[in-house]
């Protein structure tokens, strides 16, 4: 739940949700708690996962008893009992097991879920706030993968 939550809340990539940490925590000059994060290209941003998401990540500490400065560890094994940081391939098992499909049949990945954070805050908010949420560099791209292939226009052309 935790992972599903923080993965819907701030459509990050599968390797920027594993490195998540609770030590790059910061606050904005709204007073909003976020998460510094390493995006791809390296560059540092600032995401901001809903308050329900942070809740289950301390849930799901408190529940397998961890205190850990990164967000999610991976299951202790016979040979090694020590929990590690989750990889992006474990990420990638985990979503696996939800048996969750797409809308053309095909199983979900970790990036389907970054790819409908997009559509939805494309639809909902528009470009500039998609293109902010994802980390684009440039709205071309964020236009590129997000735009629909259809648009409704009959609600604004009532005459």
Known sequence: RALLHLIASTGLRAREVVNLRFSAQTTTPEGKVGFRY?????????????????????EYHKKIGICSDLFFLSLPTNVRRARNRLTTRTLQRIVDTWKINRADGKKASPHSFRHTVGQRMFIRAGSIAAQKV???TSPVTTSKFYTLPYYDGSHHLVW
Do not use: W
């Open 38 to 58: 390493v995006r791809k290209g390296g560059a540092i941003l600032i995401t901001l996962p809903s308050k329900r998401a942070i809740k289950y990540v301390q």
């Open 134 to 136: 994802l980390g684009h």
